[in-house]
């Protein structure tokens, strides 16, 4: 373009980040403009960080600047780049005239440097919806490369990553400028280049590497297969698989999840709905009512925290009689398979002792993060649960039969729902015309005693309960799990009775559910 010929760029290197200005001098010649590397005379626009015109001068050691040159901000470049070449300078891009520093208060509210950030996610407000989604999809993208590689520093990256995209996600504004994450402890320099290079360009060169990076591609989509970690995802992509279909040809062995996971992989790719997960807590309720009266069911997870969507439905069950909860959990099971609802899932009793309370959290042999009793398994959601329905039509449902035989749940076979070889394999339940859809569903029994700290544990999110945990330990030299809080020092536990009374406890504010999507 014309403008292009005429304009002659300084981009001062003073005060920018030596890879930005790297990024920057890339983007101008990517789009032809004429750059110096060094000030001239001939130079029209001089691009800079630096505040005022005096500033400036200093640093070039000049009297005064040509009549012909501009002095402008950086996001007059910015603005130039986006337009693939020189824009009109408005008074946005000039550099103030005079002395002056740059008055944050007549900038608007988004550009304002905010207080200081909260050192710990648990003390910061995180709704579900946020200001800086293009960000944190970057950095948890980071995250998630980070965590399939699996190398011996690979967790604490990925940990990295997850940090910075919470503190993002908590900020009441949209991030124009990486000063404005200024003091934020989880704000690194490696966060910061890739924070900038978007700023700048909108996108980051390092994202766009992960996200086309062929491994990954095929890492993605594999480890979505309920049952297929990190581990087995990698030896499918070493036998030379990349899609699920191909694994669903070859793949001819696996426990029980892999195996009714890659035959209902597309029913679990299918988000559930908010009205699914109401509707199924409502039918649940309705037959623990009818089991054990008072009773609590508690829907968890991301949708107590406010998503409409989720990948599984997580309930949380309690008495406030002690004992009472005992032996509940199995006469449910019993009668969701006299409905003939459950499709397959293994049930684990509570391997619970008064050590957890004060022991490292170390996971369960059944790489639980908690020993509480619980079911975890695929239930046959009838497809009307996927639209209003009467309580007539919802409560009486029969489930539907499909030639499998139903068994009992007892303490003396408490494992999962058997199919014997001359039953109908999942592949074969899969393929039939059905009226119902394969939903992930997790059922988790609690003592009262113990209710509002799994409660905390159970609506997540995952970071936030990192975090908690942690300020708990170093503030308090409490151990806090989903089992309850105990003071390490006067070796006692500390009950709470209100998700608030933990929070007042550790001296947090108290957020709710949906300001906890960290």
């Not at 119902?436 to 999110?461: C, E, K, N």
Request: hydrophobic residues 35%; charged residues 30%; positive net charge.
């Amino acid at each position: 373009m014309e403008a292009s010929k005429k304009a002659v760029v300084y981009i001062m290197p003073q005060k920018i980040q030596k890879q930005r200005y790297k990024d920057m001098m890339k983007a101008a010649l990517k789009h032809k403009f004429i750059v110096a590397e060094i000030f001239k005379s001939n130079v029209t626009h001089v691009v800079t960080e630096y505040e005022t015109v005096a500033q400036v001068l200093k640093v070039l050691k000049i009297a005064a600047l040509p009549q012909h040159t501009n002095l402008l901000k950086v996001n007059w470049f910015i603005d130039s780049v986006k337009a693939r070449g020189p824009v009109q300078i408005q008074d946005k891009h000039r550099i103030p005239q005079g002395d002056e520093q740059v008055d944050h208060k007549d900038l608007p509210e988004s550009a304002s440097l905010p207080t200081p950030i909260p050192e710990y996610a648990c003390q910061r407000s995180t709704p579900l919806k946020h200001y800086n989604a293009k960000f944190c999809e970057a950095l948890e993208l980071l995250q998630d490369y980070a965590e399939m590689r699996e190398a011996d520093d690979d967790y604490m990256r990925a940990l990295a990553w997850r940090r910075a995209s919470c503190v993002l996600k908590s900020l009441k504004f949209p991030l124009t400028s990486v000063a404005q994450l200024k003091g934020a402890k989880d704000i690194g320099k490696h966060v910061e280049q890739v924070l900038q290079s978007i700023l700048d360009h909108g996108t980051s060169d390092e994202v766009e590497k992960v996200r086309n990076n062929p491994w990954y591609q095929k890492m993605k989509i594999l480890t979505k297969v309920f049952g297929a970690g990190t581990k087995t995802a990698q030896e499918w992509i070493d036998k030379g698989w990349s899609s699920v279909a191909e694994v669903k040809e070859n793949q001819t062995k696996g426990d029980w999840r892999l195996r009714f996971g890659l035959a209902f992989h597309e029913d679990l790719m299918e988000l559930v709905t908010r009205l699914e997960a109401d509707n199924f807590t409502k039918f649940i309720k309705h037959q623990s009512e009818n089991l054990l009266s008072g009773v609590s069911v508690e829907l968890c997870g991301g949708f107590k925290r406010g998503k409409t969507k989720g990948h599984d439905i997580d309930l949380l069950f309690t008495h406030p009689s002690k004992g009472k909860e005992s032996g509940f959990l199995l006469r449910l099971l019993s009668v969701l398979e006299s409905k003939n609802l459950i499709l397959c899932g293994k049930w684990n009793k509570s391997t619970y002792t008064e050590e957890v309370m004060y022991s490292d959290s170390k996971r369960t042999r059944n790489n639980q993060l908690d020993h509480f009793e619980k079911w975890i398994g695929i239930i046959k959601f009838p497809k009307k649960w996927q639209r209003e329905i009467s309580e007539e039509e919802l409560f009486g449902e029969e489930g539907e039969n499909v030639s499998l035989t139903s068994e009992s749940y007892d303490e003396s076979e408490p494992a999962m729902k058997k199919f014997k070889s001359e039953e109908l394999s999942p592949r074969d339940i899969a393929a039939q015309t059905r009226s119902w859809i394969a939903r992930r569903v997790d059922l988790i029994m609690v003592p009262y005693d113990q209710y509002f700290y799994a409660l905390v544990g159970w609506t997540g999110s995952k970071q936030f309960n990192r975090d908690i945990r942690t300020y708990a330990k170093r503030t308090h030299n409490y151990a806090m799990t989903s089992h309850g809080l105990y003071d390490l020092k006067e070796r006692k536990a500390l009950p709470a009775k209100s998700e608030k009374e933990i929070f007042d406890i550790l001296g947090v504010p108290y957020f709710p559910p949906e300001e906890r999507n960290c």
